[in-house]
């Protein structure tokens, strides 16, 4: 589903976010992506959406080059990702239904499809009841889940998540864990960046581990939690 | 088709909430947009009057021959023949200096001075119609006429209305001109007032694009907005056109009284009304697509 062929990064400014990396993500696998931060998880995740373009090497999703994708097509493969960026993104000129309705908008799914699309989604992340709440309201978990329903309500097939528990305690952690399981349940796949190995401690997944650009390891959760005890 | 339509309608429905959102932000781009339309169309409607006035005026141009006050019946004849012969003559109309005399008397009313003249002062003349009315035909043809034998004079009788037709072409130029400029100031009205708004909504871009938005759907509402804030730019025009109008309709009926004539101003005709509106709409939308597309191309990613 997610294929990287040596792929190197280096901004403008000189700085080797990736060197030479390589994975590949099966369709509906899950998988984490740990690291210090500075180490490349987030140009990691911005290749895949195109957000940023490799300089040497190639990113293939579903068997399509996106890094060498025309930028007129770069809405129709973002339409198939859900994104939950790290500082969420959220707008704060409009109200929670409205944050989760604008991919539908942006799709040009038709109203009532669209509402009741939003409120499964706002279900599905807990936050049904506050869909008439201004995002500044939210408790930072709350915004995060907020983030996570935009991200799900066009029903992508993969998912990626840049720190999504960054900054929420323990329980609020779990919580958003268990979502992102849910999904991997009904067949999504998932990548999802954190440099929190308390959340990875009784998972049995996949972790990319890297290390200043460079891919240190692709194991199974236990070892990566015990190595770290 | 429908839900295109229905998305559409809301875009429509944003942009102009969003003009009324900050009312007199909003109200004066309106109103400068008015103001920079309404003196290139003001000035177009006056000059549509005045041409209306020349022609009405000037009527079908003529030529008038006197002939020499010496000369005889069988002269006047055979220059009728010759003018009956003339390809560039349309009609020619005789009248003897007894006739013209009589003419003079009842116009003037100077009946007294006239009739101690003693002998009538006034040639044979002949009023010519030519067929051919542009300027440079004209003047051929009086040059034709001049040579002719037992013609004193051709007189070109409408030559002032060419020259008046000259100085239109000048305004009309000079409108144009204007119009341009002006056309210009809007585009730029335009562009920076959607400048400004993209500012405020650069979150809503950047998210957008982020999650899969086209630079048509980013575009789209930014170019009704400008199209929006045109036509209501062409109204406040024509708003402006029609009171300048009404304030000099009274003081022109008195003006044109004194001239003992009838003249009154029309306004803009319907068709051109549409075309204000149209092309006002086309300038603003033409600023915003100026304006959001600098904007992605800088964005791109």
Redesign the interface.
């Known amino acids: 589903m997610i294929t990287f062929n040596n792929v190197s990064k280096r901004y403008s400014n000189g700085f080797e976010a990736l060197k030479q990396v390589s994975f590949e993500l099966n369709k509906g696998e899950m998988a984490f992506l740990t690291g210090h931060s500075g180490a490349g998880k987030s140009t990691l995740l911005k290749l895949i959406?195109a957000?940023?373009r490799p300089n040497t090497g190639s990113v293939l999703v579903n068997n399509l080059n996106v890094s060498a994708l025309k930028?007129?097509a770069l809405?129709?493969?973002?339409?198939n990702l859900g994104?939950i960026?790290q500082d969420h993104?959220l707008?704060?000129?409009r109200n929670v239904f409205d944050n989760v309705l604008?991919?539908l908008q942006?799709?040009?799914f038709?109203?009532r499809e669209s509402c009741k699309r939003v409120r499964a989604a706002l279900d599905k992340v807990g936050l049904l009841k506050r869909e008439k709440a201004d995002p500044i309201a939210l408790s930072g978990g709350e915004q995060q889940r907020l983030c996570i329903a935009?991200a799900i309500v066009?029903r992508p097939s993969i998912l990626l998540a840049d720190e999504p528990t960054g900054n929420l305690d323990a329980e609020y952690a779990q919580e958003i864990m268990n979502i992102f399981k849910s999904f991997h349940q009904v067949g999504v796949t998932l990548l999802i960046s954190t440099h929190d190995a308390g959340v990875l401690r009784d998972d049995q997944v996949r972790v990319i581990s890297l290390k200043q650009g460079e891919i240190q390891c692709t194991t199974s959760a236990l070892t990566t939690a015990t190595e770290a005890a | 088709m429908i839900h295109l339509l229905t998305q559409s309608l809301t875009t429509l429905l944003t942009a102009f909430r969003r003009i009324f959102a900050s009312p007199v932000a909003g109200f004066l781009n309106i109103l400068v947009i008015g103001i920079a339309l309404s003196l290139p169309t003001g000035m177009y409607v006056l000059l549509q009057n005045a041409q209306g006035l020349v022609a009405q005026m000037s009527g079908a141009p003529q030529i008038s021959l006197f002939l020499s006050m010496d000369a005889a019946q069988e002269d006047v004849n055979k220059l009728r023949r010759l003018l009956g012969q003339h390809e560039g003559v349309a009609n020619a109309e005789f009248i003897s200096r007894a006739l013209a005399l009589e003419k003079l008397k009842e116009s003037t009313g100077l009946e007294d001075v006239i009739s101690g003249l003693g002998n009538n002062p006034l040639p044979d003349a002949y009023i010519i119609t030519p067929k051919q009315t542009d300027a440079k035909s004209l003047d051929e043809l009086r040059n034709a006429l001049q040579r002719l034998p037992a013609v004193e004079h051709a007189q070109l009788d409408s030559s002032w209305a060419y020259k008046m037709e000259a100085l239109l072409e000048f305004a009309r130029v000079a409108v144009l001109i204007l119009a341009s400029l002006l056309s210009l100031a809007l585009i730029a009205i335009t562009f920076n007032t959607i400048r400004l708004q993209i500012l405020t909504q650069d979150d809503e871009i950047q998210v957008s694009k982020l999650i899969g938005a086209t630079d048509g759907f980013i575009r789209r509402p930014f170019l009704y907005f400008g199209a929006v804030q045109g036509l209501l730019g062409g109204i406040a025009a024509w708003l402006i056109i029609a009171t300048s109008l009404l304030l000099l309709k009274a003081p022109l009926a008195t003006l044109s009284q004194l001239y003992a004539s009838n003249f009154t101003l029309q306004p803009l005709s319907l068709t051109d009304t549409l075309s204000l509106l149209l092309f006002s709409v086309y300038l603003g939308w033409l600023g915003a697509w100026l304006s959001v597309g600098r904007h992605l191309s800088r964005i791109a990613h």
């Open positions: 959406a957000i940023e930028s007129a809405p129709y493969l973002r339409r994104i960026f993104k707008l704060f000129d604008l991919p942006i799709c040009g038709d109203h935009r066009n």
